[in-house]
C-alpha cells in the first residue's frame, strides 16, 4: 500500500484535532504528516502516533507535496487556501461550507453517494453535520422507497459551535448560576437551555442552518424535487446531534421493512426496542463514527392516502466524529481507492 503525505488545515481546531484521532484509528498510511494552523499557532507542538508535529503557518507554498490536504478551518480560510491548493494538483477534502452548494465541487457522505467522488476536480467538501447524520440514517430508506418529503427537529451539540461551544457549555455549567457567560459564542445561556436558533433568519423565518438539509439533501440525492421542513435547535449536549425526521416516501414501506433494512446499512446501528428502553441517545453515540437509529413507527399525523407510505424516527450520532471529522476522513480513503 502507498503511503501518502497528509496536510490538515485548522489542525488546532475541535475538527483538526478530532482529524488526527481518526486517521490514526483507521490507520490511514501516511508517510509525512504536516500540521497547518493561523500564524497565532504556528509553532504550537501537536502530537500524532507518539511524534511530535509543529504547527505551520498556512501558506500555499507551505502545501507543495502534499497529495492530500483536509481542511478544517473556517469559510475565509478554506476560500483563500483550497481552490489554489486543489490546482496544484492536491486531493482536497473540507469541512467547511464554503463550497458545498457549488455545482463543480462533489457533496459526499460514503454511505449515501459515493460515486460522486468521481466527479472531483481536486476538491470535494464535507457536508454540513446535521445532514451527514440524518441522510445516513434514511439512506436505507430511500433507496427502498425514495424519498419524497421530511419534516425534521434537530438537537445539536454545542460541539457544532467548534470548541468555543464546548468551553462555554463547560464554564456555565460550573457556574451553576444560569447566567450567560462572559464571552460566550452563543446570544443565550446554553446550560439549562435550549437556543432554537443556529445561524442568521431568512425572509421565510428559516435558518441558514435549517436550509441545508435540503439543500445539501438535493445535490447528494440529486433531486430537487426533495422537500424538507427543518427547525433546528442548540441543546446543552457536548457532542452528538440528535435528529427526529418524518419521511413521506414515494412508495409503501412499513415500519418492519424500515428496521429490517436499517439493521444492514452500513453506517447505521439498529438501536430500537422501546419496551426495554432502547433508543438512540447522545451517551450512546458519542466518541464512535455510527449513526443509531431508533424510535421506528408510523406516521399517525398522515392521511389516509399517504399513510402506508409515511414514518417517523429518531437518530443520533457524534457531531465532531461522523458528522465531521471521520466522514472527510472516508471521503479521502475512498479518492485514494483505501476503501
Known sequence: MANYKVGILGATGAVGQQMLTVLAERKFPISELRLFGSARSAGRIM??????VVVQEASLEAFKGLDLLLGA??????KKFLPA???????????????????????????????????????IANPNCATII?????????????????????????????????????????????????????????????????????????T?????????????????TLRVACTCVRVPIMRSHSEAITIEFEKDITPEKARELLADAPGVVLCDDPEAMQYPMPMLTSDQDMVYVGRVRRDLSADAASFNRS?????CADQVRKGAATNAIQIAELVLGLK
Open 47 to 52: 502530537t500524532y502516533e507518539g511524534q511530535d
Open 73 to 78: 478551518a473556517d469559510n475565509p480560510v478554506a
Open 208 to 224: 441558514s442552518e435549517e436550509l441545508k438539509m435540503q439543500n445539501e439533501g438535493r445535490k447528494m440525492l440529486h433531486d430537487d
Open 311 to 315: 414514518l417517523t424516527l429518531f437518530c
Open 134 to 206: 440524518g441522510l445516513t440514517a434514511v439512506m436505507p430508506l430511500h433507496r427502498y422507497a425514495r424519498i419524497r418529503r421530511m419534516v425534521v427537529s434537530t438537537y445539536q451539540a454545542v460541539s457544532g459551535a467548534g470548541k468555543a461551544g464546548i468551553d462555554t457549555l463547560e464554564a456555565e455549567v460550573k457556574a451553576a448560576d444560569g447566567e450567560r457567560i462572559e464571552g460566550s459564542c452563543f446570544a443565550y445561556p446554553i446550560a439549562y437551555n435550549l437556543i432554537p436558533q443556529i445561524g442568521g433568519f431568512n425572509d421565510a423565518g428559516y
Open 85 to 123: 491548493a486543489a490546482e496544484m494538483g492536491i486531493h482536497v477534502v473540507d469541512n467547511s461550507s464554503a463550497f458545498r452548494l457549488d455545482p463543480n465541487v462533489p457533496l459526499v457522505i460514503p454511505e449515501v453517494n459515493p460515486e460522486d467522488v468521481k466527479l472531483s476536480k481536486g476538491l
